[in-house]
C-alpha cells in the first residue's frame, strides 16, 4: 500500500513559480489535483482552448484557460514577509499538525 506524501500547497494559496515559462512570478492556487500532483494556479501556464458555442460562450471560439503546473515548481509565500520559502510541518500549542516557514519560522494560516 503506497501512501501520498503531502502536498505543500493548498487552495487560496499565493505561490511563487521557480522554473519553466512563468518563473518569477506569483499567483493564487485555484486548484490542487492530489492525485497528479499538481496545482492549476491564477494566470500561469495558460493554454488555449477551442471551444463549441454554449451556454457561457454564445459566439464559441478560442479561449485562454490555465493549466495545471507541477507542484515542485511552486514554492509557498510567506504571509508575514511576502517572500517565497519552503514549508515544514510542526505541532501547535493545541497539538495539532501546521504548516510553518522555513526562512521566518512563522506559521501559516
Not at 485555484?30 to 463549441?52: F, P, Q, W, Y
Amino acid at each position: 500500500m503506497s501512501r501520498m506524501k503531502k502536498i505543500h500547497v493548498k487552495k487560496g494559496d499565493t505561490v511563487f513559480v521557480i522554473s519553466g515559462e512563468y518563473k518569477g512570478q506569483q499567483g493564487r492556487v485555484l486548484e490542487v489535483i492530489k492525485d497528479k500532483k499538481r496545482a492549476i494556479v491564477e494566470g500561469m501556464n495558460l493554454v488555449s482552448k477551442h471551444t463549441k458555442p454554449n451556454a457561457q460562450n454564445p459566439q464559441g471560439g478560442i479561449i485562454k484557460k490555465e493549466a495545471p503546473v507541477h507542484i515542485s515548481n511552486l514554492l509557498l509565500v510567506d504571509p508575514s514577509t511576502g517572500e517565497p520559502s519552503r514549508i515544514g510541518r510542526r505541532l501547535n500549542d493545541k497539538g495539532k499538525l501546521v504548516r510553518f516557514a522555513k526562512k521566518s519560522g512563522e506559521e501559516i494560516k
